[in-house]
């Protein structure tokens, strides 16, 4: 069965960089894209941009141009986000999701259970 | 881009009763329109895909309707078990999701 493994919480300093991890299993990962969605405490879902596992083509949300990149592993089937230049308001719950390999236009069937990126001094 | 709308924020309703949210993207859409259930501190789990085809497993209590700009959820006889923020969402570049509508039990 499809299945996309986050990597752990993290708590980092404003100005700090993070990356998180999306370890899929279950399909062939080149086949498909990741798409990632963040969710702030209490707020609502918001997506931050794509990539394709396939070319490693990358679309990213005009809001998140700056802050993140997208990139992905192919020999460990794994995508990955970094997040630059933390501030608090990048206090969220970050969730990889599968996406269609051309351009992020797929409805989101399955999520990683999420990774909590904390941003405090 | 595209921005999608959906209300009401909030509603509280009873056990049985027909519950329906609401959502409007700005311009009209192909049917590349999903709506998700999120249950408190759980994932977004998808229930609709393509404005109106049931995910599999989804009660079919729940069902999605619309097209252009404006469609529709409805749960037909709310159960305890549904308490959840329910999202809309394009699917199309860019994807967008809608802010959200949280339903309670009276």
């Known amino acids: 069965q499809v299945q996309l493994v986050q990597s752990g919480a993290e708590v980092k300093k404003p100005g700090a960089s993070v990356k998180v991890s999306c370890k899929a299993s279950g399909y062939t990962f080149t086949n498909f894209g990741i798409s990632w969605v963040r969710q702030a405490p209490g707020q609502g879902l918001e997506w931050l941009g794509w990539i394709s596992a396939h070319n490693g083509k990358t679309n990213y949300a005009e809001k998140f141009q700056d802050k993140i990149s997208l990139t992905t592993d192919t020999s460990t089937n794994t995508a990955f986000l970094q997040l630059r230049s933390l501030r608090a308001d990048d206090t969220a719950v970050y969730y990889c999701?599968?996406?269609?390999?051309?351009?992020?236009?797929?409805?989101?069937?399955?999520w990683g259970q999420g990774t909590l990126i904390s941003v405090s001094s | 881009d595209i921005q999608m709308t959906q209300s009401p924020s909030s509603l509280s309703a009873s056990v049985g009763d027909r519950v329906t949210i609401t959502c409007r993207a700005s311009q009209g859409l192909r049917n590349y329109l999903a709506w998700y259930q999120q249950k408190p501190g759980k994932l977004p789990q998808l229930l609709i895909y393509?404005?109106?085809t049931l995910e599999s497993g989804v009660p079919s209590r729940f069902s999605g309707s619309g097209s252009g700009t404006d469609f529709t959820l409805t749960i037909n006889g709310l159960q305890p078990e549904d308490v959840a923020t329910y999202y809309c969402q394009k699917y199309s570049v860019p994807p967008t999701f809608g802010q959200g509508t949280r339903v309670e039990i009276k």
């Open positions: 999701a599968r996406d269609y390999p051309r351009e992020p236009s797929d409805c989101f069937r399955h």
């Open positions: 393509a404005a109106s």
